[in-house]
């Protein structure tokens, strides 16, 4: 292994000092190094004239960056609730007692470590783990005792068995996006021949809107951006998709970067942008090497580069820049806070991205599917877009399903396709209910699968996970109030003790010591954040404890005490002492509590 200076001094040679590049040289550290090594640490803080406390603050920010070593081998088991349903606890139990190690805890020997991290965007094809980085899908026994044998033996993963690596795309339904009508370059020539300007109005009349559930018309985005007074304009997809339940843009990133790549280009074409990043997430790490060698057949094709397509003046090119185990990022603003290198707080708005975005210039940032509808749109035009959907959702959504049904995988539809109609034809029986846009979204009961996915009536980033009848929704609501305490970026208040508070009281309920009281306060907490939360990942973080409390008051009434109130600090237990001091053990003794 490399000297600890001459890696970090070889490491700011490739990429330079400025402090934006902060996070991506940790990262390269932490994998390199399995930790970031104090005295890395301190020369980071040298060149890059950062002070050393900011530094720690951005490492321990990131669930993926650590200042102690994780070991050779650095096992992530993959923890959403679709985790949990097929088996991934006995799985992570039986590693763990194989290797000899305490889950989240290093060996002393330094070879392994093994923990839960938040969902990893493999959930059709779960349980997974991460391995340094790199993806295991459908977990087993079997696979855990190899995975066992090649640690105690040390064998890289290099020389694993490539079929454990294996990730299918696994698409379902295809449409308008994901057909391979499409040829490289083609958008970007139409946009050099027919002009921005009516490549934009093509845009506007397409009707548009940002998939990443939202909803802002597309077009309008970039006009307001491309209007912004400015030296410098940039263009990033945002392809951090932390929702639980989702792994659309791994599909899209997979099989169709091309097209990303290319709506991107458009929208540097359309709004003078000479620099775009794709902003990947650290879960996906494993899709960059190959990100990498198409960005450069793009560059080798002249459509990346200076005078793209032969076209003077029109100079944009693409850097990856990896994330760090963040699901705030995902929040516009947060993102852009982490492409500067530093933590992923979201900012105050306004002043939005579109006129103050990346280093203060006005910037676009639109998700993966957002970009690969505007090259379609640039390529093969508004009516034919506009032609699926409905009025106010055009086009067609990729929905990412999983969860109790025989065919889980990415379904793309034409906006206005009713929940039922996706149960049917992935395979789904005896559904319960189906939480749609992930731990954020909407939990929607059978009565409600009339409704259709679309802006005006069931908005959505594409998560779309289904429980049969046999599932306990109360396990889905812990793991999902774990999920969002653990992933607060803990700058305001109400997100950051009201999401605690609000994990502790669902583990009263999953525990049987909750009282009415206590739902009570679930009520209370959850409407306290959604009204004062700093952004709109704190504001619903409470929807599924909200949700489930009004559609499925069941899973609550039924494991409560029958007295009204149970304090959370138990004084009987407290006192024991005292009465084992004294010898006292009468009635006096005890506190009583009213029925």
């Known amino acids: 292994m490399k000297n600890i200076r001459d890696f970090v001094s070889e490491l700011l040679s490739e990429t330079g000092d400025a402090p934006d590049q902060l996070l991506q040289h940790l990262c390269k550290i932490q994998n390199h190094y399995s930790h970031i090594p104090e005295e890395a640490l301190q020369l980071l803080a040298e060149r890059l004239q950062t002070p050393p406390a900011e530094i720690v603050a951005v490492v321990y920010f990131y669930s993926f960056l650590h200042m102690h070593t994780r070991g050779d081998f650095d096992i992530r088991f993959s923890d959403n609730i679709t985790d949990r349903m097929l088996g991934n606890i006995p799985l992570l139990n039986s590693l763990c007692k194989k290797l000899g190690v305490e889950p989240g805890v290093p060996r002393a020997d330094g070879r392994v470590t093994v923990a839960l991290t938040s969902c990893t965007g493999i959930c059709d094809q779960g349980p997974a783990l991460l391995v340094n980085g790199m993806v295991i899908s459908r977990l087993d026994e079997e696979r855990i005792h190899k995975m066992v044998g090649l640690i105690e033996a040390g064998i890289p993963i290099a020389n694993w068995p490539k079929s454990f690596f294996v990730v299918e795309d696994n698409i379902q339904r295809h449409d308008k996006l994901l057909s391979h009508g499409i040829i490289n370059g083609s958008a970007i020539d139409a946009m050099v021949v027919k002009g921005s300007d009516a490549i934009l109005e093509s845009l506007d009349h397409s009707g548009l809107r940002g998939r990443g559930g939202a909803g802002f018309k597309t077009a309008t985005k970039w006009r307001i951006c491309r209007d912004a007074p400015a030296e410098e304009h940039y263009v990033v997809c945002n392809a951090d998709e932390g929702e639980p339940g989702t792994f659309k843009d791994r599909i899209l990133l997979n099989g169709y970067a091309n097209c990303v790549f290319e709506g991107m280009t458009v929208c540097a ?327």
């Not at 979204?441 to 009339?450: A, K, M, N, R, V």
């Not at 970026?489 to 609000?502: D, E, K």
């Open 269 to 595: 074409g359309i709004i003078g942008a000479q620099k775009g990043f794709l902003y990947l997430r650290g879960e996906y790490l494993y899709l960059r090497e190959a990100l990498e060698k198409i960005l450069q057949e793009r560059r080798d094709a002249h459509w990346l580069g200076e005078n793209i397509l032969g076209e003077k003046g029109f100079d944009f090119d693409i850097e990856i820049h990896m994330g760090a185990g963040a699901y705030i990022c995902g929040e516009e603003s947060a993102l852009i806070e982490s492409l500067e290198g530093k933590r992923g707080i979201p900012r105050n708005r306004p002043p939005f991205p579109v006129t103050s975005g990346y280093m203060n210039k006005p910037t676009v940032v639109n998700n993966v599917e957002t970009f690969v509808a505007a090259a379609r749109i640039a390529d093969f035009g508004a009516e034919w877009f506009r032609s699926s959907g409905t009025e106010q959702s055009t086009g067609t959504k990729l929905l990412s399903v999983s969860g109790d049904c025989e065919r889980p995988g990415i379904y793309e539809y034409p906006y206005g396709v009713t929940i039922r109609q996706v149960l049917e034809d992935c395979g789904a029986k005896d559904t319960q209910a189906v939480q749609i846009s992930g731990a954020a979204g909407s939990t929607i009961p059978p009565q409600e699968f009339y409704r259709q996915i679309a802006f005006e009536d069931v908005p959505t980033g594409g998560s779309f996970m289904i429980f049969n009848q046999k599932r306990d929704l109360l396990e889905m609501v812990e793991n999902f109030s774990r999920f969002f305490a653990h992933e607060s970026c803990g700058f305001c208040t109400p997100c950051r003790v009201g999401g605690t508070l609000m994990k502790n009281l669902v583990n009263k309920v999953m525990v049987g010591h909750a009282t009415s009281y206590d739902i009570s306060e679930m009520e209370n907490i959850g409407l306290v954040m959604q009204k004062t939360a700093h952004c709109g990942l704190g504001s619903t973080a409470p929807n599924p404890v909200l949700d489930t409390l009004k559609k499925f008051p069941g899973i609550y009434s039924r494991r409560l005490l029958n007295r009204s109130y149970e304090p959370a600090f138990d004084i009987n237990a407290e006192l024991e002492v005292s009465r084992h001091m004294t010898g006292r053990d009468d009635e006096e003794a005890h506190v009583r509590y009213e029925k």
